[in-house]
């Protein structure tokens, strides 16, 4: 079975230049969380969608971050413009509506490099 | 509010080793709790889990028992293997609907031959 398939995987960019990183979530899966995870911060939740909508926002760092889901099986985190302080790994994770089980099903990452 | 507080690394240990890294949480009501595994160059993925009071999840070797008493989810294993070198992160849930899990920063584990 496919898992949350995540890309890039990998970006290196220049200050300034827009970032859009994608996600497609489980077949099913009704919860959509965007992470971003640096050595200093740890793992930080910057926002998620139930149902396609966006339920809490509050962990964009600032309006240069912006995301949506148009639908059920695409989502996207815009980084516009982008700055140094940027660069980190950003997950994207799923998991089911209904009943809680308490897992999340993780992408593998898009490693963003801003110089 | 929800957090979670676990011990900082990183930890390093000889193989057959006994591991213990701690948790504690801090949660109104009867959060469920969760051990998170992260793989180099990988996603997180689910070690295991406890939803209610005095419940013991395990996986692969690993155990951790939710003490509601000491708001508690201490991992232990008795024997790490080399294979076990990864980023443990201790989470939690408030039974929400919507999936939000509460991360903790993670422990770096390093299993040496």
């Known amino acids: 079975d496919a898992g949350v398939i995540q890309s890039p995987r990998h970006e290196v960019t220049e200050m300034g230049q827009e970032v859009t990183l994608r996600c497609k979530p489980i077949?099913?899966?009704?919860?959509l969380f965007w992470y971003r995870q640096t050595m200093m911060r740890g793992l930080e939740l910057l926002i998620y969608?139930?149902?396609?909508?966006?339920?809490?926002d509050s962990g964009m760092p600032e309006d240069r971050f912006s995301a949506k889901m148009p639908n059920a099986s695409f989502s996207t985190l815009k980084i516009q413009p982008s700055e140094p302080r940027d660069s980190a790994v950003y997950f994207c994770?799923?998991?089911?509506?209904?009943?809680?089980?308490?897992?999340?099903?993780f992408g593998e990452g898009s490693r963003l490099t801003v110089l | 509010g929800n957090s979670v507080t676990q011990m900082e690394g990183p930890v390093t240990l000889s193989e057959e080793a006994f591991l213990t890294i701690n948790c504690t949480y801090t949660?109104?009501?009867?959060?469920?709790l969760f051990w998170y595994v992260q793989y180099p160059g990988e996603g997180l993925q689910l070690l295991l889990k406890?939803?209610?009071?005095?419940d013991k999840g395990s996986n692969k070797g690993f155990e951790a028992t939710y003490r509601k008493e000491t708001t508690s989810f201490h991992l232990e294993k008795g024997s790490v293997q080399v294979s076990d070198s990864a980023v443990y992160f201790c989470?939690?849930?408030?039974?929400?609907?919507?999936?939000?899990?509460?991360f903790g920063r993670g422990t770096q584990l390093t299993v040496w031959p």
């Open positions: 969608f139930n149902n396609n909508v966006p339920i809490d």
């Open positions: 949660a109104t009501g009867y959060p469920s």
């Open positions: 989470a939690l849930s408030r039974g929400s609907t919507l999936g939000r899990l509460y």
């Open positions: 077949s099913g899966h009704n919860s």
């Open positions: 994770a799923s998991t089911p509506g209904g009943a809680v089980t308490g897992e999340l099903f």
């Open positions: 406890a939803t209610k009071a005095d």
